[in-house]
Nanobody
Framework: QVQVVESGGGLVQAGGSLRLSCVVS????????MGWYRQAPGKQRELVAI???????IYADSVKGRFTISRDNAKNTVYLQMNTLKPEDTAVYYC???????????WGQGTQVTVSS
């Protein structure tokens, strides 16, 4: 059974930093593309960043230059370093593990990030 567990959320002042972690068990982590998504109250879930199994990265325009996604295959973990946080970054952040073959997506339960002004 695949488990995806996020951690690292919390309350931070604008301009501060947080690092989110996501640990995946029960799946071939190194074969999977990994992504961070977020959902603010009353809004749809949106992509924040993706890192492919090859290490390529994609970022939403709203976080480029402030957030960095990385992965450690030895630890089955993907990270999201968030700097210069803004109140509009407040959301529940979700981790997704995308298995290519057979195709399937696995989501974590989410971790709350709140940025105060």
């Amino acid at each position: 059974q695949v488990q995806v567990v996020e951690s690292g959320g919390g309350l931070v002042q604008a301009g501060g930093s947080l690092r989110l972690s996501c640990v995946v068990s029960g799946s071939m982590f190194s074969n999977n593309n990994m992504g961070w998504y977020r959902q603010a109250p009353g809004k749809q879930r949106e992509l924040v960043a993706i890192i492919t199994r090859g290490g390529s990265t994609i970022y939403a325009d709203s976080v480029k230059g402030r957030f960095t996604i990385s992965r450690d295959n030895a630890k089955n973990t993907v990270y999201l370093q968030m700097n210069t946080l803004k109140p509009e970054d407040t959301a529940v952040y979700y981790c997704k593990s995308q298995r290519p073959f057979p195709p399937n997506n696995y989501w974590g339960q989410g971790t709350q990030v709140t940025v105060s002004s």
